[in-house]
């Protein structure tokens, strides 16, 4: 019999089964990636190109180009589209990011060569229809001025503006005035430079099948498509931060303010990343750390508060972010010091750092359990540009590191002279 009055032992985690997918080259040289598990009958497909913000020669420009592509083709229009997603039950989601554009499909097993269908034709043959576009801008651009209202919002782009410089694509801040100068024309120029056979890679994950496998390169792998013969570059860009202190926005009606603190930092490649993540974790990236615990649990200036590192293709930026009534922006600004004061200056106990550890490897598990969730994670070794054991190397950082390594980390990274505040809110 179990002996429930017994908890069970706590086991250490030696490995992780990050199962590599399997590599296949198509005929046309298009990158195939399977991850085959699971015992549902439904499949995940992503279609990845190199194309996002970094590569756009207009504001907007890579972001509406993806979200576009849904809003008929030559052959599907846009409302035939949403019909035969939903009458198939499938589901699509497009996205861009910094330096790429992503489009993903969940399907039902039985009904993936008709919804692949679809996708096929929204990928080669978009027609970026003017009144569909109006429309989209118009949501888009009123969605923009409701989030312009917030302080929220407008602490993010300022404080991004102050870490990246106004000349680099992460700090430019886009204007109402941005959503007017969008055309088709625009749009049709970026698709036609980054949405070729030559500048994309496919994942599929799930239970898949071998029909599956042959759908997929029938259509997107036997044949060049596009203008594949273009090679577009990411062009590097600096940050360069504000010699600012402090960026104070006022915002008169605000109820409460926002603030963001933060620096340039490592990025994902440096040698100290993984280990930063431990100490970024333990200092405000969980519920109970140190930030948490003192300026929510202690003194409860704040329903929530963290900190982390942003990595884009260039960078890493280390960042704080809460809201809180306008008469504690300055108190938490005192006590986020304060705690970066104590980890360079007091090691962390065993017990606090054994919860850190628990708590991250804990995460890792919940975030590889699934065919759909490896999938994104591998599809993030590939988007930023790691290695495969990169997984292997997190597990070993967040199991080994030490107490001593956690306070050198801190008295190396943890300096408020670099450290951008903004506030956005009430002055009070």
Known sequence: ??????????????????????????????????????????????????????????????????????????????????????????????????????????????????????????????????????????????????????????????????????????????????????????????????????????????????EIIRSVESTFGHEAWGDASKFNKTIPFLCEPTHEKRIFVERADALQSSIKMGMPMISRTHPDYLSMRVLMTLFGGYFGSRLMSNIREDKGYTYGISSGILCYPDCGIFMIATEADNEYAEPIVREVYAEMDKLRSIPVSEDELTMVRNYMLGDMCRTYEGPFSLAEAWIFIETSHLEADYFQRSLEAVTNITAAEIKTLAEKYFHKEPIIEVIAGKKV
């Not at 089964?17 to 399997?22: A, C, T």
């Not at 035939?80 to 330096?99: F, T």
């Open 1 to 210: 019999m179990l002996d429930r009055t017994k908890r069970p032992d706590i086991l250490p985690l030696d490995s992780i089964d990050f199962s590599q997918p399997e590599r296949i080259t198509m005929p046309n040289g298009v990158p195939l990636s399977l991850i085959n598990a699971g015992k549902q009958e439904v499949v995940r497909m992503d279609i990845i190109f190199k194309g996002g913000r970094f590569q756009q020669s207009y504001p907007l420009q890579a972001l509406f180009t993806n979200r576009m592509l849904r809003e008929g083709s030559r052959t599907i229009g846009a409302v035939e589209i949403a019909e035969r997603l939903d009458y198939y039950g499938a589901w699509l989601e497009l996205s861009s990011s910094a330096d790429y554009s992503f489009l993903t499909l969940y399907s039902l097993n039985r009904y993936f060569k008709p919804t692949l269908a679809i996708v096929e034709s929204l990928i080669k043959e978009p027609l970026f229809p003017q009144k569909e576009l109006s429309t989209v801008i118009d949501n888009n651009r009123q969605h923009f001025m409701v989030n312009s209202a917030k302080v929220d919002f407008v602490a993010q782009r300022t404080f991004l503006r102050s870490v990246f410089g106004a000349k680099h694509p992460m700090g430019y801040l886009t204007k109402v005035e941005d959503y007017a100068k969008i055309s088709p024309e625009m749009l049709k120029e970026f698709y036609a430079d980054y949405y070729h056979s030559g500048n994309c890679s496919i994942y599929l994950a799930g239970c898949i099948s071998d």
